[in-house]
């Protein structure tokens, strides 16, 4: 059994939206932080939105704050990953990613893929113009 599967994915025109789900078998909510990132054609894996272990704090990128939303209801529940406003250059592989690891440094830790040690195997999001 895979420890965290992703799913949502599909193809959407711009200025749509797609809500990505992560099935996480119990990660999330202390003591594992949740994060969504994401892989383009010919790009290096970068960090989409993250959930600090507590279950409060968010980070996101730049690219995408005001139009995507990461959540999760509780410890058990699916991770979540709300996407409006979809642009062309949102189209990637998107996964799922969990870490033990606790810190207080911001965006710049918490967004780095080389944080995180389990991985599901993807969702393809894919945006027209």
């Known amino acids: 059994q895979e420890p965290l599967v992703e799913s949502g994915g599909g193809s959407v025109q711009a200025g749509g939206s797609l809500r990505l789900s992560c099935a996480t078998s119990g990660y999330g909510y202390g003591p594992y932080s949740m994060a969504w990132f994401r892989q383009g054609p010919g790009k290096e894996r970068e960090g989409v939105a993250a959930?600090?272990?507590?279950?409060?704090?968010?980070y996101y990128a730049d690219s995408v704050r005001g139009r995507f939303t990461i959540s999760q209801d509780t410890t058990k529940s699916p991770l979540y990953l709300q996407m409006n406003s979809l642009q062309p250059e949102d189209t990637a592989m998107y996964y799922c990613a969990a870490t033990p690891r606790t810190t207080t440094y911001g965006a710049s830790w918490y967004l780095n893929p080389e944080k995180y040690n389990v991985w599901g195997q993807g969702t393809q999001v894919t945006v027209s113009s």
């Open positions: 959930l600090r272990s507590d279950g409060v704090v968010k």
